[in-house]
Each structure stands twice: as structure tokens, then as C-alpha cells.
């Protein structure tokens, strides 16, 4: 049963980020910006940052707030609304662009599904980003793509 959550509303009716935490787990906000809030968790060795991400289309990913994580465990999920051929995207967009060189400047890693998550293009625009990935697995279900 989960019975902590915390949400940060977007400006329109389909924006906006939530994380939700069982109550056996101790955690502190750390982050609550508009499309983006982050929390750290209690995890050994060290505390984990976990975020939740909302872009909206044409605008750019907040790599500020992401920057923030440098040198610790975290784990950035939501919609990036970011195309890139990188992850085999059809074709490239500025945030994809943006988040790509990120990427290659800080030496993270994506957490990528297996298959398109976008409704309007067979691109994937939902994903995650870590210090690490390695070992993960990823299902996309069809009822909650972008």
C-alpha cells in the first residue's frame, strides 16, 4: 500500500509529475520546480535521488536540476518528450539534441524501453536517466504512453 505522495502540477491539463512512496520507506523532498520534483531516499551504502520529469513539446529538458545529481545514485524517470537517433528515433529535436550531449559530457546513462512510448510517432520519448544503468529491464504498457 503506498500512502506518502507527493505531486508538483504542470500548466496544463496533461503536464505534471508525481512520485509516489511506500511509508516503510524514509525519504526527503529535495526538488520541486514546475515538470520537475526530486526526492532522496535511504538507500546503503548511500542515499538514492529519485526525479520525476515532465517536458513539454518544443521545450527544453531543465539539465540544471539534473546536473544537481552529479556524483551521487539517482534515477531521473518521465516524459523527456526528447527524439534522438541515439535511441532510435527517426528523427532528432532540440531536448533530444540537449539531452544527448548531457549524456556524453557527464558519462550517465539512459534507462531506455524496449519499444516506441509515443502515441503521434514511433519514437520514444519516455525514459529514464541514472548514473548507471546496467541490469535493467523495461516493459512499455500500452495503456500509459505519452
Known sequence: MIDEWDAKE?????????ILCHSSIKYKEICREKYFISIQIETIPEQTLIGAVYVPPGKLPPLHLFSKCRNKPFFIFGDFNAKHSSWDCETNNDSGNQIASWLEQTGNSMIL????TSRRSNSIIDFGLTHDAFGWITEVLDEGTS
Open 10 to 18: 504542470g500548466t496544463n491539463s496533461f503536464g505534471g509529475v508525481a
Open 113 to 116: 524501453p524496449n519499444k516506441s
